[in-house]
């Protein structure tokens, strides 16, 4: 590989403030906007990282289990490479995504009823010599890739702290690329939200139980985004740190999706709906007034994770599922 190979495939996210939000929390929300990523989400940090590292060892195809968002990463950051992508996805991956991965090159396998079906397939794919397994959220080198974003929080900030984050939970990845980054930069001592929906609450439940448990089934509305067993790298920095595990239902998070339609100008799926409820449901001034969570010294920074399994059609009938309409 050459010296251009080593360019990282995702860019520097704005920072943005958001008016609403911060009116709605009492205190400065920084909205870090990973919905713009160029496969519109964070999913390409850590998942880019990890493909040029392996293809730097001599990795020769890649074989990803996704929902969607990992696997249009793993399509995007292989057509960079030049190298062949196999993405496996659950029965409920939309069509337009499907559509999305072929576009990028890749070979697309239909398998299973959620997330965990589609990966135990992908895994047995990865027989083949040279070819790796990529996992959506599960790998020391995604965390590394995801921990990107706190440098660049770090270099917007200069020698402001945040007051706290705020980020959604599948399988933990990104809640574990977090924790990596605030360690290096000596923010370990700031509290994370970790959001979850019901029916998708992997990490809460396993906060509850006091160990690593498999949910029966993914009941909420974000099937696709869901995984039934937290990572266990997740769980441990959950315990470790000053981590805040909340759920919120599927109609909370759709209702904040809508309300950042409306404030922000941008859609995003259910996923991110769950960290945006944090403020859009008072969550955020609950936790204050009951003394969970201290006044904020700092800005919040709400981490929009973005996704690209969303569109006006799929948010109606996200509506008529639970009877907003």
């Given at each position: 590989m050459d010296s251009q190979d080593e360019t990282p495939f995702h860019?520097?996210?704005?920072?943005?403030?958001?008016?609403a939000l911060s009116k709605l929390a009492g205190t400065q929300v920084l909205m870090k906007l990973e919905n713009v990523q160029p496969v519109g989400s964070?999913?390409?940090?850590?998942?880019?990282?990890?493909?040029?590292?392996?293809?730097?060892?001599g990795c020769k195809k890649f074989v990803c289990s996704s929902g969607g968002n990992a696997g249009l990463a793993a399509a995007y950051a292989c057509s960079k490479l030049g190298l062949p992508a196999t993405i496996v996805v659950p029965e409920c991956t939309p069509k337009k995504i499907i559509c999305k991965l072929q576009d990028l090159g890749a070979e697309v396998v239909v398998t299973g009823k959620v997330w965990d079906?589609?990966?135990?397939?992908a895994r047995c794919l990865t027989d083949a010599p040279?070819?790796?397994?990529?996992?959506?959220?599960?790998?020391?080198?995604?965390?590394?890739?995801?921990?990107?974003?706190?440098f660049e929080l770090k270099a917007s900030l200069g020698n402001q702290k945040p007051g706290a984050f705020v980020v959604a939970v599948g399988g933990g990845?990104?809640?574990?690329?977090?924790?990596?980054?605030?360690?290096?930069v000596g923010w370990s001592d700031v509290p994370i939200l970790a959001m979850e929906t019901l029916g998708a609450d992997c990490l809460n439940a396993a906060l509850q139980a006091g160990k690593s448990?498999?949910?029966?089934?993914?009941?909420?509305?974000?099937?696709?985004?869901?995984?039934?067993?937290v990572c266990d790298r997740a769980l441990e920095c959950a315990r470790k740190y000053k981590v805040i595990s909340l759920t919120v239902d599927d109609r909370d998070a759709l209702q904040a999706v809508e309300r950042f339609l409306e404030d922000e100008l941008m859609l995003v799926e259910v996923s991110c709906g769950a960290a945006l409820?944090?403020?859009?449901?008072?969550h955020i001034q609950r936790l204050q007034k009951e003394g969970k969570l201290e006044p904020l010294a700092g800005p919040l920074i709400m981490i929009v994770c973005g996704g690209s399994l969303i569109s006006m059609s799929e948010l109606q009938n996200f509506k008529s599922q639970l009877g907003m309409v």
């Open positions: 860019f520097v996210s704005p920072l943005k403030k958001s008016l964070f999913k390409i940090r850590g998942i880019g990282h990890f493909c040029q590292k392996l293809a730097k060892e079906d589609a990966d135990a397939y040279g070819s790796v397994y990529v996992s959506p959220f599960n790998h020391p080198l995604l965390w590394e890739g995801h921990s990107s974003l706190i990845g990104l809640l574990a690329g977090l924790v990596e980054g605030i360690i290096k448990v498999t949910l029966p089934d993914i009941t909420s509305i974000a099937k696709c985004l869901g995984a039934k067993t409820a944090a403020v859009y449901s008072g």
